[in-house]
């Protein structure tokens, strides 16, 4: 080939690669948007964040703390209201915990933070017999501890980086296992009776801040340390919610979406509703249940298996 052939070559590799490059940053802005706008979203539908607020955000060195963390810098920048942040993380004194990345990590981000130091794992270690699992006695220990912080720090709120897919996974944990419709809120007291704590991230889905970690690269820290078996219920969830995403787009948002579209007039719990006290109103009401005729489902019933069709009689 010759020279100027060569030349152009190499041309066509430079405006490929610009291109590559420009997608990246397109698909990067794209989703830096999203972040921000569930996040902003969250945050105002459950007015997690008021003026004059100090949040406590909890960084573990996991991504989805990270990336809770970086989202709420950059709404602190862009919000209306002032309110302060204060990255506070606790390190556990877990065998191997490189305790030098969170601190390196936010010096350079400029954020005010604090590490709290409790070996927290030498208790449960003694406590707990081996093979038996660690994270039940070893969460209530960092509750309280985290808990303590807050105060001692006077945080008015306390940030924690759940997500959807967490918040999912615990409503379906809940009620396999534990037998509850019950979820994982994105707002709540402390059972101290003491702190506001929020999940900024409750409408972020999980594959967001995977890329966006991946983006960012966020020095992560393995949540492996302490040597703990997953839960192994956790983890079916997970993937029981994964597969049918994979077989029926869009499961997951509708799922989502129900948890904030509750009826209490049509489950079974007489403590929300008062199904003893019903009386008939006389008045016909366009917008009343329909009891005789089946809901109807038109956009999942294309993607139901037929073994599962229902069938009216
Ligand atoms: S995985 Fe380890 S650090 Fe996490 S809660 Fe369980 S015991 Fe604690």
Redesign the pocket.
Known sequence: MSAVWEKIDDMDEVVVDKKAERKIELESQKLEKRLCRNVGQAIVDFNMIEAGDKVMVCVSGGKDSYAMLDILLKMQQRAPIHFDLIAVNLD?K?PGFPDHILPEYLKKLGVPYHIENQD?YSI?KRVIPEGK???SL??RL?RGILYRVAEELGATKIALGHHRDDMLQTFFLNMFFGGRLKGMPPKLVSDSGKHIVIRPMAYVNEKDIVRWAAQQQFPIIP??????Q?NLQRVQVGNMLREWQTKYPGRIENMFSALQNVVPSHLMDGSKFDFKGLKVTGVADPEGDKAFDADEFPAAAANFPASLQVVQL
């Open positions: 556990q877990q927290t449960v699992t660690m994270c070893c969460s960092r949540c492996t340390l302490c040597g703990s997953q």
